[in-house]
């Protein structure tokens, strides 16, 4: 028999188990007697920059079809050059609608901003939240504000999630939006003719709001992306404001060799795509179109996914839009505008979950397609280089934390409710304050798009609700067979992920609650046997009774009836495929 030491799988054992035939992948326990005792076997992994990081499990050789997003999706714009740009014209704009001069001087700066966080409209405070509203970091205008000021403000370092009060800035167009708003907020609070009240300033006879701030802020943003020079001055200037990459070609073209269907699905007009696009795809003597089955503009996500709008068809000659509501089937080479999710899907036989969404905006791409109509989802999330290069290069930060962490649980060591003395630990807190701020500081300003400290913010929730699988690029997909199954890791919960298996103890030491909740369990020869000695016992009591019950009890499962991963099932006409090809792939995240 072969063994598997740990480490990985031998050479020897990966041929044993490939040259199985079709009808032993059916009887499991042969795959399991080839593998041996297995302790810990290493894991393949991809390097870090090329690999897809896995919430779900998600089974490549069921997706049917590829969707996909423009900006900072397809078409990567270039940072911090175009975030400087957005700011520059937004600032200009303020000043037109009667902002003081004075706000020109604010220059962007990319250290400060990041994704998700939250801002305060009532108090004009910038905020990064835990999952459950819980506050990490408070910035009103330039101020990191301390704890005491931090409970003047929110008396339980708590803020719930409240539409008409918070916005989150949720996307990467967001970013010159978030740091603008700390300028106002700064240039007011601190100018000398204006006069700071609770929720905004004083000016002779002349009051503003922080809420009416952001609310200038928020239409001048969406002045310049609808109506501005942003998109002229993009188009004019190609080469300074997007990335081209050779490979995007190459990837659109072996999604479609391998029989998936692929379409661009973006909120941008007619003319701005074609103007991106053409300078993304175009070559060859190659439109840009013939890469997409599918072409949707002006399709007014997340709108999209639940009552959309009409569904039209483009002139390509003028980019207008033609009359009427386009009820054909849609072909390649065609260019469609608008409609509804539910009106897409019937049109190109799309089910749900057959289509992954590869999309950059939690919100409008991720979260809405998810939850409303369960398409699975591929979350582009460009800063994940800053963080693992962060991650993987401050290693000596992370270590020193838990041997912070460890020095503190060793000082409480012996003691427990009868102990009287109280050991001092105000210097470690203060070194493990000190270690997670140098830690925080090494992302940028405001920390990590994933934590603070050792707590998760509220987009990193988010991210593992909704992405089902999330990387840098979706063009790290080249590094992966379309056959591959992205396996999931395992959820532990804190008494999982803090107890060692080896650390056993007998069921006599936990006490009766033990001992009782396994007093039915049975494995199914132990069953079999029971109900053999039982059988003739229990006949005969039946047939002294006037009635009959038809099952005493639950039956111990004799196979697999349900997974908790669904692509790990056969379901769907996959089943058969993956019995008979032996060379699927799978790789558990760590």
Same mark, same amino acid.
């Given at each position: 028999?072969?063994?598997?030491?740990?480490?990985?799988?031998?050479?020897?054992? %990966?041929?044993?188990?490939?040259?199985?035939?079709?009808?032993?992948?059916?009887?499991?326990?042969?795959? /399991?007697?080839?593998?041996?005792?297995?302790?810990?076997?290493?894991?393949?992994?991809?390097?870090?920059?090329?690999?897809?990081?896995?919430?779900?499990?998600? @089974?490549?050789?069921?997706?049917?079809?590829?969707?996909?997003?423009?900006?900072?999706?397809?078409?990567?714009?270039?940072?911090?050059?175009?975030?400087? /740009?957005?700011?520059?014209?937004? #600032?200009? *704009?303020?000043?037109?609608?009667?902002?003081?001069?004075?706000?020109?001087?604010?220059?962007?700066?990319?250290?400060?901003?990041?994704?998700?966080?939250?801002?305060?409209?009532?108090?004009?405070?910038?905020?990064? #939240?835990?999952?459950?509203?819980?506050?990490?970091?408070?910035?009103?205008?330039?101020?990191?504000?301390?704890?005491?000021?931090?409970?003047?403000?929110?008396?339980?370092?708590?803020?719930?999630?409240?539409?008409?009060?918070? =916005?989150? /800035? !949720?996307?990467?167009?967001?970013?010159?939006?978030?740091?603008?708003?700390?300028?106002?907020?700064?240039? +007011?609070?601190?100018?000398?003719?204006?006069?700071?009240?609770?929720?905004?300033?004083?000016?002779?006879?002349?009051?503003?709001?922080?809420?009416?701030?952001?609310?200038?802020?928020?239409?001048?943003?969406?002045?310049?992306?609808?109506?501005?020079?942003?998109?002229?001055?993009?188009?004019?200037?190609?080469?300074?404001?997007?990335?081209?990459? &050779?490979?995007?070609?190459?990837?659109?073209?072996?999604?479609?060799?391998?029989?998936?269907?692929?379409?661009?699905?973006?909120?941008?007009?007619?003319?701005?795509?074609?103007?991106?696009?053409?300078?993304? /795809?175009?070559?060859?003597?190659?439109?840009?179109?013939?890469?997409?089955?599918?072409?949707?503009?002006?399709?007014?996500?997340?709108? =999209?996914?639940?009552?959309?709008?009409?569904?039209?068809?483009?002139?390509?000659?003028? &980019?207008?839009?033609?009359?009427?509501? +386009?009820?054909?089937?849609?072909?390649?080479?065609?260019?469609?505008?608008?409609? $509804?999710?539910?009106?897409?899907?019937?049109?190109?036989?799309?089910?749900?979950?057959?289509?992954?969404?590869?999309?950059?905006?939690?919100?409008?791409?991720?979260?809405?397609?998810?939850?409303?109509?369960?398409?699975?989802?591929?979350?582009?999330?460009?800063?994940?280089?800053?963080?693992?290069?962060?991650?993987?290069?401050?290693?000596?930060?992370?270590?020193?934390?838990?041997?912070?962490?460890?020095?503190?649980?060793?000082?409480?060591?012996?003691?427990?409710?009868?102990?009287?003395?109280?050991?001092?630990?105000?210097?470690?807190?203060?070194?493990? *304050?000190?270690?997670?701020?140098?830690?925080?500081?090494?992302?940028?300003?405001? &920390?990590?798009?994933?934590?603070?400290?050792?707590?998760?913010?509220?987009?990193?929730? %988010?991210?593992? *609700?909704?992405?089902?699988?999330?990387?840098?690029? +979706?063009?790290?997909?080249? @590094?992966?067979? +379309? $056959?591959?199954?992205?396996?999931?890791?395992?959820?532990?919960?804190?008494?999982?992920?803090?107890?060692? @298996?080896?650390?056993?103890?007998?069921?006599?030491?936990?006490?009766?609650?033990?001992? *009782?909740?396994?007093?039915? #369990?049975?494995?199914?020869?132990?069953?079999?046997?029971?109900? %053999?000695?039982?059988?003739?016992?229990?006949? $005969?009591?039946?047939? !002294?009774?006037?009635?009959?019950?038809? @099952?005493?009890?639950?039956?111990?499962?004799?196979?697999?009836?349900?997974?908790?991963?669904?692509?790990?099932?056969?379901?769907?006409?996959?089943?058969?495929?993956?019995?008979?090809?032996?060379?699927?792939?799978?790789?558990?995240?760590?």
């Amino acid at each position: 028999m072969s063994s598997v030491t740990a480490g990985s799988f031998s050479t020897e054992l %990966q041929s044993e188990v490939l040259s199985l035939p079709s009808s032993a992948w059916n009887r499991s326990s042969e795959l /399991l007697n080839k593998m041996g005792d297995l302790t810990v076997a290493k894991t393949y992994k991809r390097e870090t920059k090329n690999r897809v990081f896995v919430n779900r499990s998600l @089974h490549l050789e069921k997706i049917r079809f590829f969707g996909m997003d423009m900006d900072y999706t397809l078409a990567v714009y270039k940072s911090p050059q175009y975030e400087s /740009l957005a700011f520059r014209l937004v #600032v200009e *704009r303020l000043i037109c609608i009667g902002y003081p001069e004075a706000i020109r001087d604010f220059e962007y700066d990319p250290s400060f901003s990041v994704r998700g966080l939250w801002f305060d409209t009532r108090y004009g405070n910038l905020l990064k #939240v835990d999952p459950y509203g819980n506050l990490l970091v408070c910035v009103h205008g330039f101020s990191f504000l301390e704890s005491s000021d931090v409970r003047n403000f929110y008396p339980n370092k708590f803020v719930q999630l409240d539409e008409g009060r918070i =916005f989150v /800035l !949720n996307t990467l167009f967001n970013l010159p939006e978030t740091y603008l708003l700390s300028c106002l907020v700064d240039y +007011f609070t601190n100018s000398k003719e204006y006069s700071n009240e609770p929720t905004g300033v004083n000016c002779d006879d002349l009051y503003m709001s922080y809420k009416s701030i952001f609310q200038d802020c928020r239409d001048a943003f969406d002045w310049v992306h609808l109506e501005g020079d942003l998109k002229k001055i993009t188009v004019e200037n190609l080469e300074m404001y997007v990335q081209k990459d &050779g490979r995007l070609p190459i990837m659109l073209d072996r999604i479609r060799e391998h029989e998936k269907k692929t379409f661009l699905l973006t909120n941008s007009d007619y003319t701005y795509t074609k103007q991106i696009m053409s300078y993304l /795809l175009d070559g060859n003597n190659r439109s840009w179109e013939t890469y997409f089955d599918f072409i949707v503009v002006d399709a007014k996500k997340p709108n =999209f996914f639940s009552e959309g709008t009409i569904l039209r068809t483009i002139d390509k000659e003028t &980019g207008a839009q033609k009359i009427g509501t +386009f009820i054909g089937l849609m072909q390649e080479g065609h260019v469609y505008s608008g409609g $509804s999710c539910d009106v897409f899907s019937e049109l190109i036989g799309a089910k749900g979950k057959d289509v992954l969404y590869i999309g950059d905006h939690i919100f409008g791409d991720i979260l809405k397609s998810k939850k409303i109509r369960g398409w699975r989802t591929f979350l582009v999330i460009p800063e994940l280089a800053q963080e693992l290069y962060v991650w993987t290069n401050k290693k000596t930060l992370y270590n020193r934390l838990q041997n912070l962490y460890a020095l503190l649980s060793d000082m409480f060591k012996n003691l427990d409710s009868t102990s009287l003395c109280m050991p001092d630990i105000s210097s470690v807190r203060e070194a493990i *304050r000190e270690v997670t701020l140098e830690m925080d500081l090494s992302f940028g300003m405001l &920390g990590s798009l994933f934590r603070s400290g050792s707590r998760q913010t509220f987009f990193a929730s %988010q991210v593992m *609700r909704y992405a089902d699988i999330y990387a840098v690029s +979706f063009l790290n997909l080249l @590094h992966y067979p +379309f $056959s591959y199954l992205f396996k999931s890791p395992s959820m532990l919960m804190p008494h999982e992920s803090t107890v060692e @298996h080896d650390a056993a103890d007998s069921a006599a030491e936990f006490g009766e609650l033990v001992l *009782r909740a396994g007093l039915g #369990v049975k494995t199914v020869e132990e069953e079999g046997t029971g109900d %053999q000695a039982n059988g003739t016992a229990r006949t $005969s009591i039946a047939k !002294n009774r006037d009635y009959h019950v038809p @099952h005493l009890r639950a039956e111990t499962p004799r196979r697999v009836t349900h997974h908790h991963d669904e692509d790990d099932s056969d379901d769907d006409g996959c089943g058969d495929g993956l019995l008979r090809n032996k060379c699927r792939t799978a790789e558990v995240q760590s």
